[in-house]
């Protein structure tokens, strides 16, 4: 086994749906698939746009899921596209009206930045492979995570900075864990 380095990462998982019974779906089979969760959000209201209404339904709730294993920073196209089967997974069991009951997006967390995995392009995203691209959604700046221009508006709320910047003090202390091993 390699040491752990700054090239690894916390996986993230942003979750969100209407249906707290698809969330705690979603929370289940990504830990059988990704590990132990170590952190994890309060769930929260995200009525930040009326983007994923025609797909989701409207009254979403939104958690973040903290990942206890670390992950190389050229593996986030294939936790996209992993996640990306397990929401198919789920709207294919037909237990929810909705063709979309539950939205995943991993990103990575490091000591410089928050990025995440999109399947959209734009000028600010990096293609990765296999359709998937990578923003990098939050800096580290004077000692928290700031947004960008781009930033998605939940991401620029302090809550959720917050979380971000006490899930940085957790990475720290996982890279010093594991470099002990």
């Avoid at 089979?29 to 746009?49: D, K, N, V, W």
């Avoid at 037909?94 to 410089?112: K, V």
Wanted: charged share 30%; hydrophobic share 40%.
């Amino acid at each position: 086994m390699r040491a752990p380095t700054t090239l690894d990462a916390l996986l993230v998982i942003a979750a969100f749906s209407r249906h707290a019974e698809a969330l705690d779906w979603g929370e289940r089979r990504a830990h059988e698939l990704f590990g132990p969760i170590g952190l994890q959000s309060e769930r929260y209201s995200f009525a930040h746009t009326a983007y994923y209404d025609s797909t989701m339904g409207a009254d979403l709730q939104k958690q973040l899921w903290v990942f206890e294993r670390l992950a190389p920073l050229d593996s986030l196209a294939l936790y996209k596209t992993a996640t990306i089967r397990l929401e198919e997974e789920l709207a294919a069991s037909g237990n929810y009206p909705e063709p979309r009951p539950l939205n995943l997006d991993p990103g990575f967390l490091n000591l410089g930045k928050f990025m995440l995995a999109t399947t959209k392009d734009k000028d600010h995203r990096i293609y990765l492979r296999d359709g998937i691209f990578s923003e990098v959604t939050l800096r580290y700046c004077d000692k928290e995570y700031v947004p960008w221009p781009w930033t998605y508006a939940d991401y620029r709320e302090r809550h959720v900075r917050d979380f971000l910047n006490r899930t940085r003090e957790y990475y720290k202390e996982r890279l010093k864990e594991l470099a002990e091993i």
